[in-house]
């Protein structure tokens, strides 16, 4: 595809319920990103891979939310037991090589919208 | 204190208006800076991109990078309604692997 596909576009889930959010990236982009956007507010970053360096997963909220990428291809992002505090949009970007304008241009996915109820 | 600071708004003008939007950082590292806009249910876009110390122009929007005081900005010329929507400032450094650090985002509001 030509963008960035995330997975589902929307999902409602029961409380203490384990969801998985899928994300994939733009062929070729090194960088592949997670954010959690709540109403109104703006980006919270939560973890950061790029290429076979060591992901960033200083963003993650708590150990109920984890991220696997398979090499420089599709993501997963993992919610377990899921608390109402977690509804939000999901946002999956990526980005190209490092050395293409320092990976600025940052593609985004349409997000995934979770309701937790 | 975060490394990028925004004023979240909202900033609301006439429609004809020049808009000024601006981030201050604290990293100095950071070398690439960009503005992205974001529609209401829509993912980010990116608007303007700028390396280093400089000003970039595109049309009616202007982006100014001042490295010296860590200040960086947007200008809108003859802002639309259309131009309505949230603004973010990126940024990155090549120490840092080239991750995008954001702003918290300026929500604009142009009236008709």
């Known amino acids: 595809g030509a963008g960035v596909s995330q997975s589902p576009s929307n999902k409602v889930t029961e409380k203490g319920k384990d969801v998985e959010l899928r994300c994939d990236p733009i062929?070729?982009?090194?960088?592949l990103y997670w954010y959690r956007q709540r109403l109104g507010q703006g980006l919270e970053f939560l973890i950061y891979f790029q290429g076979n360096s060591a992901p960033d997963k200083s963003g993650l909220p708590s150990d109920r939310f984890s991220a696997e990428r398979t090499g420089e291809s599709v993501s997963t992002l993992t919610i377990q037991r899921t608390q109402q505090e977690d509804s939000a949009v999901y946002l999956c970007a990526s980005s190209g090589a490092a050395r293409d304008r320092g990976g600025t241009e940052a593609f985004f996915g349409q997000g995934t919208r979770l309701t937790v109820v | 204190q975060k490394e990028v600071e925004q004023d979240p708004g909202p900033l609301s003008v006439p429609e004809g208006a020049i808009v000024s939007l601006n981030c201050t950082y604290s990293n100095s590292a950071f070398q690439y800076f960009m503005w992205y806009r974001q529609y209401s249910r829509k993912g980010p876009e990116l608007l303007m991109y700028t390396y280093s110390s400089g000003n970039k122009e595109d049309g009616r929007f202007t982006a100014q990078v001042d490295k010296s005081s860590k200040y960086i900005s947007l200008f809108i010329r003859d802002s639309q309604p259309s131009d309505s929507a949230t603004y973010l400032c990126?940024?990155?450094?090549?120490?840092?692997?080239?991750?995008?650090?954001w702003g918290a985002g300026t929500k604009l509001i142009i009236k008709p």
């Open positions: 990126a940024m990155s450094a090549r120490i840092s692997n080239y991750q995008l650090i």
């Open positions: 062929s070729g982009h090194t960088a």
